[in-house]
């Protein structure tokens, strides 16, 4: 069974670094796009980042340019996002999303991780 486990959230000062974690687990083929989401209390869940299977595409959300870094290593079925000079309104739950094929000629599902709080003090 395909899991998404994402950590290093927690409580930073305004002006912080944080670094999520987001690690794939089970029978897994390979993973096409992963992506980091996040919701704020009362808000929409908002795409942060999303990075290519060969990490050759990547898009941020308008708000993480320049502060954000999304990467990613096959190999160990790990996507991490970078963020640095983070701010209040950065406070949300994060999730991790991934597009991962169990099989070969399987069809890619579409999986999401439990999230990780991440709260950034003013």
């Known amino acids: 069974q395909v899991q998404l486990v994402e950590s290093g959230g927690g409580l930073v000062q305004a002006g912080g670094s944080l670094r999520l974690s987001c690690a794939a687990s089970g029978t897994i083929f390979s993973i096409n796009t992963m992506r980091w989401y996040r919701q704020a209390p009362g808000k929409q869940r908002e795409l942060v980042a999303s990075?290519?299977?060969?990490?050759?595409?990547?898009i941020y959300e308008d708000s993480a340019k320049g502060r954000f870094t999304i990467s990613r290593d096959n190999t160990k079925k790990t996507a991490w996002l970078q963020m640095n000079s983070l701010k209040h309104e950065d406070t949300a739950q994060y999730y991790c999303n991934a597009e991962i094929m169990a099989m070969k000629s399987a069809q890619a599902l579409n999986y999401w991780g439990q999230g990780t709080q991440v709260t950034v003090s003013s």
């Open positions: 990075i290519s299977s060969s990490g050759s595409s990547i």
